[in-house]
């Protein structure tokens, strides 16, 4: 009788119609995260798992400086434990390659909360949107990180908890980009003429070595209390936060 029930599971596994639930996913993240949604392919992953290859999410609308941001994953899977099949709290493992490098983490979700625990390894800094567009500049290097966010009543607009990164490596600017002139708030009229006259100015690479970055969010606010690098070229400290927002693609970095 076992070997009968393994045979017939193989079987439905193998017949399953894929390609068609590639189709499915893609209509139900899109809409769940107002995104557009492209699956390569998908597939089963041992017994109680799905793997999803070749990912690509956009946005449908820009962000405050008009871009459309793209993610890719080359490798998605989830796996379920028993009891979600049971009926009971969602239980998840989620490991992914994307952003340049691996990530591991775990969602448990009740009928009141999610929280979303994750470790991320050799990531690309200049991946993570937010914190590109903090230093305003290209940034190359590896960085390995943490998440560990309670979204209350299932909101990312009621998150708690904290995220950090830790990166070696680092080198900012390319010779291309060009960074802003930005000067004290008693100078308002000056400001005024340098984002009307002035193009910028093109940031050579700079050695910094490495940096950290911590954030504590509460309330579904992001706020950076942590951002610090120093090297023989150049000093980075930082601040500010993000508003997260429902679907998280809302979010907006301040």
């Known amino acids: 009788v076992l070997l009968f029930l393994v045979a017939v599971v193989g079987f439905l596994y193998l017949a399953f119609p894929w390609d068609r639930a590639a189709r499915y ?7 769940k995260l ?6 390569g392919a998908i597939g089963p992953s041992w017994f109680t798992g799905l793997e999803l290859r070749d990912v690509t999410l956009r946005t449908r609308k820009p962000d405050r400086l008009g871009r459309l941001q793209t993610f890719h994953a080359k490798r998605f899977v989830v796996r379920a434990s028993l009891g979600t099949f049971l009926g009971g709290d969602v239980d998840l493992d989620i490991t992914a390659d994307m952003m340049g490098g691996h990530i591991e983490g775990q969602v448990f979700r009740t009928k009141q909360d999610t929280r979303f625990v994750a470790s991320l390894a050799e990531v690309s800094p200049n991946e ?10 290209p940034i190359e290097g590896r960085m ?18 904290t995220i950090e990164f830790d990166a070696k490596s680092v080198i900012v600017g390319d010779g291309k980009a060009k960074l802003k002139l930005k000067v004290k708030p008693q100078y308002a009229e000056l400001q005024e003429f340098l984002d009307r006259e002035d193009q910028g100015v093109a940031i050579p690479p700079m050695r910094v070595g490495g940096f950290s970055l911590k954030l504590r969010v509460s309330n579904g606010s992001a706020r950076v209390v942590q951002l610090g690098a120093a090297s023989e070229h150049i000093e980075i400290k930082g601040e500010g936060d993000i ?7 809302a979010s907006e970095s301040r």
């Open 144 to 161: 390995t990180g943490s998440v560990d966010l309670t979204l209350r009543d299932q909101k990312f607009s009621k998150a708690a908890g």
């Open 128 to 137: 993570i949107t937010f914190l590109r567009d903090m230093i305003g500049l």
């Open 243 to 249: 508003r997260l927002a429902d679907p998280v693609t």
């Open 34 to 39: 107002d995104m557009d949604v492209r699956i």
């Open 25 to 31: 996913a893609e209509a139900a993240l899109a809409k």
